[in-house]
C-alpha cells in the first residue's frame, strides 16, 4: 500500500480569492497619415472653429501643389544634367580619338618620309627620321603610362585621406 504525502498550504499563504482582479487591459490607439484627418477628427475640428476643415483642405491642396512644383524642377534639373554629362562624354570621346589620330598620322608620314629618304639613297637622313618617329611614340607611350601612374597614386592618396578624416570627406560631397 502506497502512502500519499500531501502538502498543505497555510491560509497565510494562499492568495485571497475575495481581491477582484482585472481579466486584461486593452489599449486603443487612433492615428492616421497623410494631410488630412479621418473624418471623425475633421468633425471635431469643425466643433472648434466652423473654418477650421475648409483651411486644413486649402492647406493640404497648397502643399501638394508645392510638393508637385518642386518634384518637377527637381526632375528638370536632372534631365539637364544627363544632358550636359552626354554632351561632356561625346566631346571626351572626341577629343580622346584626336589624341590618337594625330599622334599616329604624325608618325606615319615621318615613317614614310625616312623610307622615302633611304629609299633615294640618303641613309642617314632617312633613318634619323625614322628613329626620330620611333622615339616620339616611345616617349608618348612612357608619358601616358606616368601620367597613369601618378593619377592612380593621387586617387589612392585621396581615398586615404578620406578613410582617415570623415570630416574631409563630408567637405568633398559639399563643396562638388
Do not use: C
Not at 43 to 49: F, L, V, W
Not at 132 to 144: D, N, P, S
Request: no cysteine.
Amino acid at each position: 500500500m502506497a502512502v500519499s504525502k500531501r502538502k498543505t498550504v497555510s491560509s497565510k499563504a494562499r492568495p485571497n480569492k475575495d481581491i477582484q482582479r482585472p481579466a486584461g487591459t486593452s489599449v486603443e490607439m487612433k492615428g492616421y497619415s497623410g494631410p488630412l484627418p479621418q473624418p471623425d477628427i475633421m468633425a471635431d475640428y469643425q466643433e472648434i472653429n466652423q473654418n477650421f476643415p475648409e483651411r486644413i483642405m486649402a492647406m493640404a491642396e497648397a502643399e501638394q501643389l508645392h510638393r508637385h512644383s518642386m518634384d518637377s524642377a527637381a526632375l528638370k534639373l536632372n534631365e539637364d544634367a544627363l544632358k550636359q554629362s552626354g554632351d561632356a562624354l561625346k566631346y571626351n570621346y572626341r577629343l580622346k580619338r584626336l589624341e590618337l589620330f594625330w599622334p599616329a598620322s604624325v608618325t606615319l608620314v615621318l615613317i614614310t618620309a625616312g623610307a622615302y629618304l633611304v629609299s633615294s639613297g640618303k641613309d642617314i637622313g632617312g633613318y634619323a627620321t625614322m628613329l626620330t618617329a620611333g622615339a616620339a611614340l616611345v616617349g608618348a607611350y612612357l608619358k601616358h603610362r606616368s601620367d597613369k601612374k601618378k593619377k592612380a597614386s593621387e586617387k589612392q592618396q585621396k581615398m586615404v585621406e578620406t578613410e582617415a578624416d570623415p570630416l574631409f570627406a563630408t567637405k568633398e560631397k559639399t563643396t562638388k
